[in-house]
């Protein structure tokens, strides 16, 4: 597969802030749907809610630029889509096996290698662009990583036992996010969502979820065709819940 969308245009940085925040300027500035930027650290990786992502050396750490026809509702989507497109880079890459956490976490082994955090910029109600941040930890040494994040990650490297090819990993990763963000353009994200249910062992087990403002706990049903999470609660109701962290 050849891509003709993303990575066209890669931008390459020793290290900068968050790759996240070089791409949402050049997006500002004009830059084309599919531009990607990465780098081989990141001073101020983030993740969703002002948290830190720490980004040493040694992980894939890039932001691609979208520029999709859609609602600002359905952004959402975009995690999915792209959870089960580094879900498949992974799995023919390296053979192995993992798990997607609602709503962007991927597990190997019930520890997270890889996180996703997408940030859109609207103006009135038209979305103007996304962009889609990807931090894989790859070649990584846990030993590197804070105590408390060290506990619940993983890395590539570290669950094969070898230094992994990061240029393998990243290309295979391109392709199949645009692959993917393709079909969903086609109108199949339905297609994609079954693919997310496979890789998503949560399905169907009592959990609890930290939102901003409460903790709510029930069991995991399904997602919506929006990305919204559908939890049982003990009464036999069931809510959605559009954003938020499962706990246990
Ligand atoms: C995420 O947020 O998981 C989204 C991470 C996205 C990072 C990419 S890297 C390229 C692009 N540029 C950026 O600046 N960001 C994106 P969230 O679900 O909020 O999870 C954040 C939490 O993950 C932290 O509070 C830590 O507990 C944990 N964490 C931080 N660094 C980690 C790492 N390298 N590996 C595993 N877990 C980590």
């Not at 790759?19 to 599919?34: F, P, R, Y």
């Not at 600002?72 to 096996?97: D, F, H, Q, T």
Request: hydrophobic content about 40%; proline content about 2%; glycine content about 8%.
């Amino acid at each position: 597969m050849k891509n003709t969308l993303f990575g066209q245009e890669i931008y390459y940085y020793e290290e900068v802030e968050s790759t996240n925040a070089v791409a949402k300027k050049l997006a500002l500035e004009g830059a084309k749907q599919g531009c990607v930027v990465i780098a081989e650290r990141q001073s101020r990786g983030r993740g969703r809610l002002e948290r830190k992502w720490h980004s040493p050396e040694g992980g894939l750490w890039f932001s691609v630029i979208l520029r999709p026809i859609i609602k600002a509702a359905e952004v959402p989507k975009l995690v999915l889509i792209a959870a089960v497109a580094i879900y498949k880079a992974i799995n023919r890459v390296l053979g192995l096996s993992v798990e997607v956490k609602w709503p962007n976490d991927i597990l190997i082994n019930g520890r997270k290698v890889c996180g996703i955090l997408t940030e859109a910029v609207s103006r009135g109600e038209n979305l103007c662009f996304v962009v889609l941040g990807v931090g894989l930890n790859v070649n990584i040494n846990l030993q590197v990583l804070p105590q408390e994040v060290r506990e619940s990650a993983t890395s590539l490297k570290e669950v094969v036992g070898k230094k992994i090819d990061r240029i393998n990993i990243f290309c295979s990763c391109l392709t199949w996010l645009e692959h993917f963000y393709q079909m969903f353009q086609k109108g199949k994200f339905d297609l994609i969502l079954e693919e997310w249910r496979k890789q998503a062992s949560f399905l169907g087990n009592d959990i609890e979820v930290k939102g901003i403002t409460e903790t709510i706990r029930g069991r995991a049903i399904d997602i919506d065709k929006n990305g919204a999470l559908i939890l049982e609660l003990t009464d036999g109701t069931r809510c959605k819940v559009l954003s938020g962290d499962i706990l246990t």
